[in-house]
């Protein structure tokens, strides 16, 4: 069974930073995109990053310039740097990935449980 699992959540003071980390375990074949995103309370989940099998990254505009993700595909990991973080950053964090388990079945996506970004005036 395929598993992601988040770390590296926290309370971190306005203009601080923190880094996230995600890694898969499991059956796993191969690993297309991996993604974070983010849900605050009372808002619907929004992307944040994702980062291609290639290694090329794209971010949502509130992530760009402050936000960098990367991945290990070694380890299966992949990492989300969020520097100069803001208030409205709180949110619960969730690890993405489209990986198959085998040659012959498609790719489909697995979400981590999340880990709780708390970013304090």
């Known amino acids: 069974q395929v598993q992601l699992v988040e770390s590296g959540g926290g309370l971190v003071q306005a203009g601080g930073s923190l880094r996230l980390s995600c890694v898969a375990s499991?059956?796993?074949?191969?690993?297309?995109?991996m993604a974070w995103h983010r849900q605050a309370p009372g808002k619907q989940r929004e992307l944040v990053a994702t980062i291609s099998s290639s290694d090329s990254p794209d971010y949502a505009d509130s992530a760009k310039g402050r936000f960098t993700i990367s991945r290990d595909n070694a380890k299966k990991m992949v990492y989300l740097q969020m520097n100069s973080l803001k208030p409205e950053d709180t949110a619960v964090y969730y690890c993405n990935a489209v990986l198959s388990s085998n040659q012959y079945v498609p790719a489909i996506p697995y979400w981590g449980q999340g880990t709780q970004v708390t970013v304090s005036p």
């Open positions: 499991g059956r796993i074949f191969r690993i297309n995109t």
